[in-house]
């Protein structure tokens, strides 16, 4: 790799692969035999969308694809640019094609996600007439975030966050051109994790680090002064975006999947991650709802006390109630009965005639309606043996029983179902 940059040129630009190979991670698609790879190696560019997490190398990729295929490179950030933009990459791709020397365009589209549909529309007829070759890097799932007609002609390769050893590769190529001072051992792994597989992070946590310890002339980064100068670690994830949403279905997979280590890591991820505590604690009483339901009714009892106590002590005395309860959640039986049920009931309600209310279920507030016999044959439950009024139907005439709740052989339920079974006997012997 080239260390001919100038000094003040920002150290992950001075480290960016110049080559295929010299480039860190990425393996499943740049190794040999591997789709990118294969792009690379057949000598015809394609449009394609690169997706995941920052600082993995989206852009290096691009750039070193452009390299490959010998054509002009042209780059475009979603966050800044716009139509105008656009107009211009255009203008200078007929240029380069159009020219003494013909030269193929590679436009690159960092970020592409904030693009608006028409934005994204404006580059369709130049992909399908070839004018340039199309990349765009996002850090959301392009399935909801790219158009769909841009979507279909371009092919998804989805990039992975750094290794451990992909880091620890990066902090070599830093010590070898001297742009940091040597590493202490604990502190290495301390600055990997705190990067979180993110290439830039740690290369500009690097150069922080290595103007720091200049002016303080250290001769090895330990692990003290690394925690004293580096404070707090970052946030690992945008409250908003497509980690978030993993993260919190990682969390209730797990508890639905009765871990309560599992959901107590995920939990504290998220705290870790900056998620809102009251969240959490909102999509525990629906967990508590459609997962447990009536196989254990206290779980939902239990996540609104600990959604109360978190308002009352809030953080982070309040979040052990937090943990209390994911952990409750996790081994209590689980039943999805009621959810399913109430599902059922929708959908056939949705699709169904209205059917009015059997005369002997109407209130009789008034002598007329006593006099149209509102409410006449109604059969008082309480008045009955056992409190059960056996035979009666509480269902619309002519509609059979359609049965949406079907409880478990779970928790409370066994007891549940063997008392429906019962009352199911009970009319059975009275009809």
Not at 130 to 142: H, V
Not at 306 to 327: D, N, S
Not at 348 to 360: N, S
Not at 381 to 404: I, R, S, V
């Amino acid at each position: 790799m080239s260390t001919a940059a100038p000094q003040h040129t920002p150290l992950a630009e001075r480290l960016r692969p110049r080559t295929l190979a010299s480039v860190i991670g990425q393996q499943h698609l740049l190794g040999e035999g591997m789709a990118l790879r294969l792009a690379f190696e057949s000598g015809q560019p394609h449009s394609c969308i690169l997706w995941g997490p920052p600082g993995v190398g989206k852009t290096t990729i691009a750039r070193l694809m452009a390299d490959a295929f010998d054509a002009q490179f042209i780059t475009i950030s979603a966050v800044l640019g716009g139509v105008k933009d656009i107009r211009e990459a255009v203008d200078k791709a007929e240029a380069a094609r159009d020219g003494l020397h013909p030269q193929r365009t590679i436009v690159f589209v960092d970020e592409v996600h904030r693009f608006n549909k028409s934005q994204q529309d404006a580059f369709l007829p130049h992909v399908e007439s070839g004018l340039f070759t199309f990349i765009g890097a996002t850090t959301e799932n392009p399935s909801f975030e790219v158009n769909s007609a841009l979507l279909s002609r371009a092919a998804v390769y989805v990039l992975q966050p750094m290794g451990e050893e992909d880091l620890r590769q990066i902090i070599g190529r830093a010590q070898a051109i001297d742009a940091v001072p040597p590493l202490q051992a604990a502190a290495a792994d301390r600055l990997m994790a705190y990067a979180d597989g993110d290439a830039r992070r740690l290369l500009n946590t690097l150069e922080t680090l290595a103007v720091a310890a200049g002016r303080e002339k250290l001769v090895e980064v330990t692990d003290d002064w690394l925690l004293r100068v580096l404070g707090e670690r970052m946030r690992r994830y945008d409250k908003g975006g497509e980690q978030f949403y993993d993260t919190i279905s990682a969390l209730h997979k797990s508890v639905r999947g009765s871990d309560p280590d599992a959901a107590l890591y995920w939990f504290v991820r998220m705290l870790d991650g900056g998620a809102d505590p009251r969240y959490l604690a909102r999509r525990f009483i629906r967990m508590a709802s459609e997962d447990i339901g009536l196989a254990d009714p206290r779980a939902l009892r239990l996540a609104l006390d600990a959604a109360e106590v978190y308002e009352r002590l809030g953080t982070p005395e309040g979040e052990l109630a937090l943990a209390e309860c994911v952990v409750y959640l996790a081994v209590a039986p689980k039943s999805n009965a009621v959810y399913k049920a109430f599902k059922e009931a929708q959908a056939f309600v949705k699709k169904d005639g209205t059917r009015p209310v059997p005369m002997h279920l109407r209130n009789a507030p008034t002598r007329l309606m006593k006099q149209l016999d509102y409410g006449k044959g109604y059969r008082y439950a309480h008045d009955e043996a056992d409190g059960f009024a056996a035979g009666e139907n509480y269902l619309p005439e002519g509609m059979a029983a359609p049965g949406f709740y079907r409880p478990v052989e779970r928790g409370l339920e066994i007891r549940i179902a063997d008392k429906l079974r019962e009352l199911k006997k009970l009319n059975n012997q009275k009809n």
